[in-house]
């Protein structure tokens, strides 16, 4: 099962993502794809971007690794609603659609020979969540803690 009930966030089971991330870390992102709808007017509420059963969570520590390759897609506009977006938000939310997370996707695939054994190991696993999670979304806000 991909999707919980709207109001199932307490189903949800993270994935977390460490690579040098101390267990003791309390800043992170959360990835959540949001639960598209085709009914006219929609307006998504909180619970459809809290309702995917296994949102990815990365620490800090970890997650300066991926924020270049954020920062080099910005400005981008919102999925949902065309805004521009200037900037990566650590500290709210970032709608971000498919079309950019495919830039994102490409950008790192092309770099995993020019880092490190167990760095590999950690885009690879964030690469496979994205892929994942991209195959029922064409958004996923991530949402930071900071």
């Known amino acids: 099962m991909v999707w919980l009930n709207p109001n199932g966030k307490k189903g949800q089971t993270y994935v977390e993502l460490r690579l040098n991330a101390p267990k003791s870390e309390k800043i992170f992102l959360d990835f959540n794809p949001l639960k598209i709808s085709d009914m006219p007017g929609w307006n998504p509420m909180w619970e459809e971007w809290h309702c995917y059963s296994s949102p990815l969570r990365i620490y800090k520590q970890d997650y300066e690794r991926l924020i270049d390759y954020f920062n080099k897609m910005y400005p981008v506009k919102d999925p949902f609603d065309a805004t521009v977006e200037q900037a990566f938000d650590v500290c709210s939310d970032n709608w971000i659609g498919e079309s950019d997370w495919l830039k994102i ?13 167990e760095e590999r190991s950690f885009f690879t696993d964030f690469l496979n969540w994205l892929k994942e999670a991209l195959k029922y979304t064409s958004i996923i806000v991530v949402e930071g803690n900071l």
Not at 105 to 117: A, G, Q
């Open 105 to 117: 996707i490409f950008e790192m695939e092309r770099n995993l020979n020019h880092v490190s054994h």
